[in-house]
C-alpha cells in the first residue's frame, strides 16, 4: 500500500491547481490515498473528486472575511482575528504535525503559508510555487500605470520574487521538489540553490475547445470574469458593466462564475443596469439570460470551461480565470476597485505576470475607450493573444508534475 499524501493548498486558484495535479497522479497511480487540507474557505472545488473517491477533504476549514486576503490590509487581518484565524490555524497546524510525525509525504500548492507548514511537518515535502513569478518586476509596467521602484529595485537585489525565508524553507533537505510556474523564476531561485523546476502550467488543462455555436455567430462576444470572493464580485460586477458598451451592434456578454454569485444574487444588480429577464438560448447552458437593447447577457454558473474559447476579449477582475482566459489565448481588460483582492497593485501585477496580455483601466470609461478600441482591432487581439498563450504555456503541466511529484516525493532514490 503506498503512503498516503496530503495536499496543502490556500485559496481558490491553488485549490484549483491542486485538484488538476490529483486527478493526474490518479491517472497515473490509480488508488494513491490522497488527502487535501484546504487552509483557506470551505475547498468546494474538492467536491466532486471527492465524491468519485479520488481524495477526501480532511481538518477545520471556514470562511474568513477577508477571503484569504488578510495579508493585503490590516483591517482584513482584523476581521480574520476576530472571526477565529488563531484557533482554525492551530488546528491545522496540528494535522500537518501529526501527519509529519509519521514521515507520509505533503505537498504544499500556494505561498508562505502552505510552504511553512508543510516544513513545520517535520517529514519529507514538495512545493508547488504557484503566485510568484519573476515576470511581476523583469517586465516593464502597463502603459499609464508607472513603475514599482522599491519593490522593484528589491526584487532586482534579491534576482527572485521569493525571499530568502521562502528560499530557505524550498532548499532544505526534506524538500524533495520544488516547481514554479515558468523558466525565468526557476532559473532565479536556482541561483540560490534551489533545484527549482518549471514543468508546466497544471492552469492550462483541463479545457475541451468547442467551435462556435450558432446562436452566437454574427454577434461580438465578450468573457465577463467578475470573480468569486462576496462583497467584492458584486461590486467589482457593478463596475464592469458601467463599462459596457450601448451601441446598435448585436453583442453577447458571457457571465462565467462559480456557485457564487449565484443567479438570485445577481438579479437586483442587472436589473438596476437596465437589463430585463429573457429566455437562454437553447443549448447554452446558461441559468438566466438578460437583456438590453441589442446586448444579451448570459449568466453561467459552472460555464467557464465551456465558454471560454468562444470570447473576442475579456472583462475581469479574477484571478486565476484570467490568467486562464488569456492562456487560451483570449485578451483581457481589468478594472481594479476597493479590494481586497483585485485592487490597483493587483491589476498591475496581474498585466505584468501575463505580459500585458491583460490591460488594466482607472475608470469604466477608460474601459469602455479601450474595448472599442480592440473590438475594433483583430491584429491586436490576435497579437495579444498570443502573447498570453506563450505565457502561460501549452496544457499537459499538470501530467508532467504529477510525474516529477510520483517520481521525488512520492518514490525518493
Known sequence: MPSPLLVLSNGHGEDVIALRLVEALQRQRPGLPVAVLPLVGEGQTYGTAESRGLLRRIGPRRNLPSGGFSNQSLGG?????????????????????????????????????????????????????????????????????????????????????????????????????????????????????????????????????APLPAWLEGQRRLLLLPGSRLPEALGNLARLLEGLPNGPDPITVLLACGSRPAPAELAPLLGAAGFLAGSPPAGSGAAATWRRGAMQLLVGPGCFNRWAGWGELGLATAGTATEQLVGLGVPALSLPGPGPQFKAGFARRQSRLLGGAVLPCHNARDLRTRLHALLSDPAERLRLGGIGRRRMGPAGGSERLARAIAEQLLDPA
Not at 492551530?90 to 509519521?102: S, T
Not at 510568484?132 to 522599491?150: C, E, F, I, V, Y
Request: with cysteine; net charge positive.
Open 77 to 209: 487581518l482584523l476581521r480574520d482575528l476576530a472571526a477565529g484565524l488563531p484557533l482554525l490555524s492551530w488546528k491545522q497546524w496540528q494535522l500537518v504535525r501529526a501527519w509529519g510525525r509519521r514521515g507520509d509525504p505533503i505537498l504544499a500548492v500556494g505561498d508562505l503559508l502552505p510552504l511553512l507548514l508543510a516544513w513545520a511537518g517535520g517529514g519529507p515535502y514538495g512545493f508547488v510555487g504557484t503566485p510568484k513569478s519573476d515576470h511581476t518586476w523583469a517586465d516593464p509596467a502597463p502603459a499609464g500605470w508607472g513603475a514599482s521602484p522599491l519593490a522593484d529595485g528589491y526584487h532586482r537585489l534579491k534576482g527572485s520574487e521569493w525571499d530568502p525565508w521562502e528560499w530557505a524553507l524550498m532548499g532544505q533537505p526534506r524538500c524533495r521538489l520544488v516547481a514554479v510556474r515558468d523558466r525565468l523564476t526557476a532559473r532565479g531561485l536556482r541561483r540560490h540553490g534551489v533545484a527549482a523546476l518549471a514543468p508546466g502550467n497544471p492552469m492550462m488543462d483541463g479545457f475541451d475547445p
